[in-house]
């Protein structure tokens, strides 16, 4: 039974990343650190187009990562809690110290155009 919950726990934690994994929603997760932006000012800030953003916003919102309030007819995300921003900032922390070995690393694939990657999120 604890392995089960091990394994439930892990595969969980797996997902989280995924949606951490993608360039144009971390893309978005960055530019919503420095506080809430309508889909248009996400467009900007990022270069995505806006159907693009619009998808991966929905994947993000689908997992939790963002929030959507309404503000007459614009939703205005932002992150949708305050440890996803120290968690952006750790990795920021982190990768200063191994950033050598991961921009050498080759058991991961490069990340792939926006508009291959928009297809999977």
Same mark, same amino acid.
Do not use: W
């Given at each position: 039974?604890?392995?089960?919950? *091990?394994?439930?726990?892990?595969?969980?934690?797996?997902?989280?990343?995924? &949606?951490?994994?993608?360039?144009?929603?971390?893309?978005?997760?960055?530019?919503?650190?420095? &506080?809430?932006?309508?889909?248009?000012?996400?467009?900007?800030?990022? &270069?995505?187009?806006?159907? *693009?953003?619009? *998808?991966?916003?929905?994947?993000?919102?689908?997992?939790?990562?963002?929030? #959507?309030?309404? *503000?007459?007819?614009?939703?205005?995300?932002?992150?949708?809690?305050?440890?996803?921003?120290?968690?952006?900032?750790?990795?920021?922390?982190?990768?200063?110290?191994? #950033?050598?070995?991961?921009?050498?690393?080759?058991?991961?694939?490069?990340?792939?155009?926006?508009?291959?990657?928009?297809?999977?999120?």
């Amino acid at each position: 039974m604890l392995l089960e919950a *091990n394994k439930t726990k892990l595969g969980l934690k797996a997902k989280l990343f995924r &949606g951490f994994s993608d360039p144009s929603r971390l893309s978005i997760l960055e530019a919503l650190r420095s &506080g809430p932006l309508t889909v248009s000012e996400i467009v900007a800030a990022i &270069g995505l187009s806006q159907s *693009n953003a619009s *998808n991966h916003l929905g994947c993000l919102r689908d997992c939790g990562l963002v929030v #959507a309030d309404q *503000n007459g007819r614009y939703s205005i995300y932002h992150l949708s809690d305050d440890r996803i921003d120290q968690l952006l900032e750790l990795a920021d922390i982190v990768l200063a110290d191994v #950033a050598r070995g991961v921009y050498e690393c080759t058991r991961y694939e490069s990340p792939k155009t926006d508009e291959a990657s928009s297809q999977s999120a």
